[in-house]
């Protein structure tokens, strides 16, 4: 415990004596600041865009609800109570606000958020083409570009350990005390273990009072979300804890300060850059995704020779087999057209639904094959067990799709069987209208645990090859 002491009352006053440490550390604090006031911004435009839809959708339903009592005499007055009760106007004009709202994590990971839509306004028509109708260019993509808190411990942190570490046991023997410290006592690895254990306490103060900054400035509350602050919080430091064992490893082959600190830039290269883009180009040849597929699908189209009756009336005659239900007395008496194009969009939706599956199968495939190459990349691993905790990552968003999904079939049962049975919506019909509620997918503990646990794994491995090779080398 004396040696313990007096190693560190020695890094401590090394430390505060250099400025350029120190300069380090502040500038890496002001850096966390920035991402977390980035992280905060970027979701608050989320939020205030997500709540214009949402006020949007309230003022619809108000409009609507004054147009039950409109005055039809007037040319305005007979268009609104037309929008609101006449169900040919109003099973593909009333919109309703479906949306993805970020969480209190997502400000500190925004992962797909950038890259993906997070709300609709939603109709009873056609849901691939409203889904759609944004390009789907490379869903597979992270948002690494983003400045977050996460993009900070994944890529900033690792350099900040580099540049404090490097030197710990080859300075020493730069200046020609290695022998003055082989000749103590205890042994030489006790001292390059204490000494980084030194800077792992800095590092680790560091990135804990981020995160608690991150933590207050999202308003996160203990009591309802602590198991998700402890598992980022153990996140980062199992992280951080490899880069620390990776650097043991390396300063015990007892190599010159020029030499680690070049290996430790190529190390962090190969990992954080080398190694991604290589596997994002294997999967990509491998397992190439093409978004053109679905370009047919975003662009909007009707019945052929619409203006021909007969037409309409065999597209509602193939939808009927399917819902015989709707098949009401005098269906083809009024308003086919809208019938007619009612039915066509549910048909051409189940004929794109083959397309769309296998695009969404195609994406899910790709993302199982980069979580496969986890274990020998922690970077990318850490990076996808944060996206995970702050649900931003590509599952979430599949998970978000499905329940859009699953409410525009409930528009379609809302109004389909009072437009075939030619009924008008009533002021009741509003207010039992369907609407949507979505609770973010649950989390995969035994993703975080997997990959927890594999880190921990990493991190001991190199130790005990960083303890078999100083013994050897010194």
Same mark, same amino acid.
């Given at each position: 415990?004396?040696?313990?002491?007096?190693?560190?009352?020695?890094?401590?006053?090394?430390?505060?004596?250099?400025?350029?440490?120190?300069?380090?550390?502040?500038?890496?604090?002001?850096?966390?600041?920035?991402?977390?006031?980035?992280?905060?911004?970027?979701?608050?435009?989320?939020?205030?865009?997500?709540?214009?839809?949402?006020?949007?959708?309230?003022?619809?339903?108000?409009?609507?609800?004054?147009?039950?009592?409109?005055?039809?005499?007037?040319?305005?007055?007979?268009?609104?109570?037309?929008? +609101?009760?006449?169900?040919?106007?109003?099973?593909?004009?009333?919109?309703?606000?479906?949306?993805?709202?970020?969480?209190?994590?997502?400000?500190?990971?925004?992962? %797909?958020?950038?890259? %993906?839509?997070?709300?609709? @306004?939603?109709?009873?028509? +056609?849901?691939?083409?409203?889904?759609?109708?944004?390009?789907?260019?490379?869903?597979?993509?992270?948002?690494?570009?983003?400045?977050?808190?996460?993009?900070?411990?994944?890529?900033?942190?690792?350099?900040?350990?580099?540049?404090?570490?490097?030197?710990?046991?080859?300075?020493?023997?730069?200046?020609?005390?290695?022998?003055?410290?082989? +000749?103590?006592?205890?042994?030489?690895?006790?001292?390059?273990?204490?000494?980084?254990?030194?800077?792992?306490?800095?590092?680790?103060?560091?990135?804990?009072?981020?995160?608690?900054?991150?933590?207050?400035?999202?308003?996160?509350?203990?009591?309802?979300?602590?198991?998700?602050?402890?598992?980022?919080?153990?996140?980062?430091?199992?992280?951080?804890?490899?880069?620390?064992?990776?650097?043991?490893?390396?300063?015990?082959?007892?190599?010159?300060?020029?030499?680690?600190?070049?290996?430790?830039?190529?190390?962090?290269?190969?990992?954080?850059?080398?190694?991604?883009?290589?596997?994002?180009?294997?999967?990509?040849?491998?397992?190439?995704?093409?978004?053109?597929?679905?370009?047919?699908?975003?662009?909007?189209?009707?019945?052929?020779?619409?203006?021909?009756?007969?037409?309409? @009336?065999?597209?509602?005659?193939?939808?009927?087999?399917?819902?015989?239900?709707?098949?009401?007395?005098?269906?083809?008496? %009024?308003?086919?057209?809208? @019938?007619?194009?009612?039915?066509?969009?549910?048909?051409?939706?189940?004929?794109?639904? !083959?397309?769309?599956?296998?695009?969404?199968?195609?994406?899910?495939?790709?993302?199982?094959?980069?979580?496969?190459?986890?274990?020998?990349?922690?970077?990318?691993?850490? %990076?996808?067990?944060?996206?995970?905790?702050?649900?931003?990552?590509?599952?979430?968003?599949?998970?978000?799709?499905?329940?859009?999904?699953?409410?525009?079939?409930?528009?379609?049962?809302?109004?389909?069987?009072?437009?075939?049975?030619?009924?008008?919506?009533?002021?009741?019909?509003?207010?039992?209208?369907?609407?949507?509620?979505?609770?973010?997918?649950?989390?995969? !503990?035994?993703?975080?645990?997997?990959?927890?646990?594999?880190?921990?794994?990493?991190?001991?491995?190199?130790?005990?090859?960083?303890?078999?090779?100083?013994?050897?080398?010194?």
């Amino acid at each position: 415990m004396s040696l313990l002491t007096h190693i560190f009352k020695y890094e401590w006053l090394n430390f505060i004596r250099n400025r350029f440490q120190l300069t380090m550390l502040v500038v890496v604090f002001l850096l966390g600041c920035y991402s977390i006031y980035y992280g905060h911004q970027e979701m608050e435009k989320q939020r205030a865009a997500i709540a214009v839809v949402i006020k949007q959708a309230q003022q619809e339903r108000q409009d609507q609800i004054k147009g039950f009592f409109a005055d039809t005499t007037s040319v305005d007055g007979k268009k609104a109570w037309q929008r +609101s009760t006449v169900t040919r106007f109003a099973w593909n004009k009333q919109f309703y606000a479906t949306a993805f709202e970020p969480g209190g994590f997502a400000s500190m990971a925004t992962g %797909q958020r950038d890259l %993906q839509p997070y709300y609709y @306004k939603l109709t009873a028509m +056609s849901i691939f083409y409203q889904l759609f109708q944004n390009e789907i260019a490379n869903p597979q993509k992270l948002a690494v570009g983003n400045f977050d808190l996460s993009f900070l411990f994944v890529y900033i942190f690792p350099l900040l350990i580099i540049a404090l570490c490097y030197s710990v046991l080859s300075g020493d023997k730069d200046r020609g005390l290695i022998n003055l410290l082989k +000749s103590q006592s205890c042994a030489l690895h006790h001292v390059v273990l204490f000494r980084l254990l030194f800077y792992f306490l800095i590092v680790v103060g560091l990135a804990s009072g981020l995160c608690v900054i991150s933590f207050v400035a999202n308003h996160l509350e203990p009591t309802g979300q602590l198991i998700l602050m402890l598992s980022w919080i153990g996140i980062v430091f199992a992280y951080l804890m490899f880069w620390f064992a990776a650097l043991f490893l390396l300063i015990s082959f007892n190599k010159t300060s020029t030499f680690n600190a070049m290996v430790g830039i190529s190390i962090w290269l190969l990992l954080l850059i080398a190694l991604p883009a290589s596997l994002n180009i294997a999967i990509s040849v491998t397992k190439p995704l093409n978004s053109a597929v679905l370009s047919g699908i975003s662009r909007r189209t009707g019945v052929i020779n619409e203006e021909n009756d007969e037409n309409q @009336k065999k597209v509602v005659r193939e939808y009927l087999l399917q819902h015989p239900e709707l098949n009401f007395k005098g269906l083809f008496d %009024q308003n086919l057209s809208a @019938k007619g194009f009612a039915a066509y969009t549910e048909l051409n939706d189940q004929k794109s639904a !083959k397309l769309v599956e296998q695009f969404q199968r195609r994406i899910i495939e790709r993302e199982r094959s980069a979580r496969l190459f986890d274990p020998i990349n922690p970077a990318v691993s850490t %990076q996808a067990m944060l996206d995970h905790i702050a649900g931003v990552d590509l599952l979430a968003f599949q998970y978000f799709y499905a329940e859009v999904k699953s409410f525009h079939g409930s528009l379609v049962a809302f109004y389909y069987p009072k437009l075939f049975s030619d009924k008008n919506l009533t002021l009741t019909d509003l207010k039992t209208a369907p609407r949507f509620t979505f609770s973010p997918r649950q989390i995969d !503990k035994g993703f975080l645990l997997r990959g927890f646990g594999l880190m921990l794994i990493g991190v001991s491995v190199l130790l005990l090859l960083g303890l078999k090779n100083i013994k050897s080398k010194t």
